[in-house]
């Protein structure tokens, strides 16, 4: 099986842009499409992109997401940073035997 | 509206069984592929199995393998997660979660499974 990596954590003032970044261990990140979570305390997970770089209808345009197939990476870029984006972020992908999640990264907006 | 509905979480002791059910609605179920996917207290997120949307095949996650049976009713719109030999490591809240294009989209509110003596 295969791993996704992200940074623990990040920080931002309001306004500006972050970029949360995914490395896969093994295994192409372009091949298997990747999604990305967001999760509020005390809240189920809620899709903000899905197949590298769609937005689900109602996720605002702030939200992008993208791959670097020469680090084998995925990142999800939130500009325009609002207080309300503060939660933890979860990359997801798959392969033929599993679906694996990144660790997640707690996005403070301060 | 996609709507997925957890129950079936409770208080159990380790090496006991527990059923989890997932009554889904707003969508065609027969078609998709779904997940159970748990997040123990504090900690991130993590797969446990996935059904095919005829169950013609099962996976699982390697902890899960021989202990955590999937299944599914087309005809009743739900989804189940026999969990035996439970561990105190088990303890998490779990979600149901629709699939699509290899990762869930829409997920439940998710319903909190508690091993312990």
């Known amino acids: 099986n295969f791993m996704l990596t992200q940074p623990h954590s990040v920080s931002e003032s309001p306004g500006k842009t972050v970029t949360i970044s995914c490395t896969r261990s093994s295994g192409s990140i372009v091949g298997n499409n990747v999604q990305w979570y967001q999760q509020r305390p005390g809240r189920a997970p809620t899709t903000v992109i899905f197949?590298?770089?769609?937005?689900p209808s109602g996720v605002p345009d702030r939200f992008s997401g993208s791959i670097d197939i020469s680090s084998n990476s995925a990142s999800l870029t939130i500009a325009g940073l609002k207080t309300e984006d503060e939660a933890d972020y979860f990359c997801?992908?798959?392969?033929?035997?599993?679906?694996?999640f990144g660790g997640g990264t707690k996005l403070t907006v301060l | 509206e996609v709507l997925l509905e957890e129950s079936g979480g409770g208080l159990v002791k380790p090496g006991g069984s527990l059923r989890l059910s997932c009554a889904a609605s707003g969508f065609t179920f027969s078609s998709y592929n779904m997940n159970w996917v748990r997040q123990a207290p504090g900690k991130g997120l993590e797969w446990v199995s996935l059904?095919?949307?005829?169950?013609?095949?099962?996976l699982y996650a390697d902890s899960m393998k021989g202990r955590f049976i999937i299944s599914r009713d087309n005809a009743k719109n739900s989804l189940y997660l026999q969990m035996n030999s439970l561990r105190v490591d088990d303890t998490a809240v779990y979600y149901c979660?629709?699939?699509?294009?290899?990762?869930?989209?829409?997920w439940g509110q998710g319903t909190l499974v508690t091993v312990s003596s």
């Open positions: 997801q992908s798959f392969d033929s035997t599993s679906r694996v």
């Open positions: 197949e590298h770089n769609q937005r």
């Open positions: 979660a629709r699939e699509r294009a290899g990762g869930p989209d829409f």
């Open positions: 059904i095919s949307s005829s169950s013609s095949y099962m």
